[in-house]
């Protein structure tokens, strides 16, 4: 009987929440405070200079420059925000396209731009210590195999995601999706054959082999970890 119902990864994933919008909101606040400072200092006292009462009034400088340094760190923490959660939309349409034309309606599109996410950050250009490139850090030899070259976004997602379908094949035994998921996540970061060998061991012990967390503590710390941050991407973004 399986003691994981197909929903396990939800618990891999334990998301934070997270809202996007709210240091633009915050930073616009701050913008509209300077811009009423201005207003007030350049209409309503006659061109009067506020800048020595402020200099005056320590708490009023405190909150001036408060409120400087406020908006400066929030339009950061925005734009960091977008891109360390996954915001930026720039290839959803490949993830989308590809994602569908490779899987149909059996994996949602955004679960390969949370391996992306994982694998480069959505940085098109990365390349790795050992030679892999690209938003799907695609190995040499592998990219080779595909046809593409994984430095181009277009033929990292396709390339990526088609690696993605080879590996889903295999994984082809009656199992929760789920489980099919992070075997064929595992199998891309570690290689299949590494799985493969961890699903005889515990095949050896008499383990249901159908089931990722059967091979949990064979798994090496990277790809345990890999999945984790996939499922972790996935309920950011709503890829359940």
Known sequence: MDAHPVGFLDKLAS????????????????????VLLWGVNKYLTRGYDI?????????????????VFGAVVLGMMSLAGRA?????????????????ERFGTAVDWRQFKAQAMTESALRPHVCSAV????????????????????????????????YDRQLWAQWNAERPPGHRLALMWASYNAGLGSVLNWQRAAAADGCNVNLYT???PRVWPEPRQ???????????????
Not at 15 to 34: D, E, K, R
Not at 51 to 67: D, K, S, T
Not at 131 to 160: K, S, V, W
């Open 15 to 34: 998301p934070l929440p997270f809202l996007p919008w709210l240091p633009v909101v915050l930073l616009l606040a701050c913008v509209a405070v300077g």
């Open 51 to 67: 800048g020595p009462e402020l200099r005056r009034n320590n708490q009023a400088v405190a909150i001036f420059w408060g409120l």
């Open 84 to 100: 360390a959660f996954g915001q930026t939309a720039e290839y959803d349409g490949q993830f989308r396209r590809w994602g569908v």
């Open 131 to 162: 030679g892999a490139c690209g938003l799907m850090q695609i190995m040499p030899a592998t990219a080779r195999q595909l046809g593409i070259d994984p430095l181009r976004p277009r033929d990292a997602i396709l390339g990526g995601i088609s």
């Open 214 to 216: 059967c091979l949990l």
């Open 226 to 240: 890999y999945v984790e941050r996939i499922a972790r991407w996935c309920a950011r973004m709503g890829g359940w």
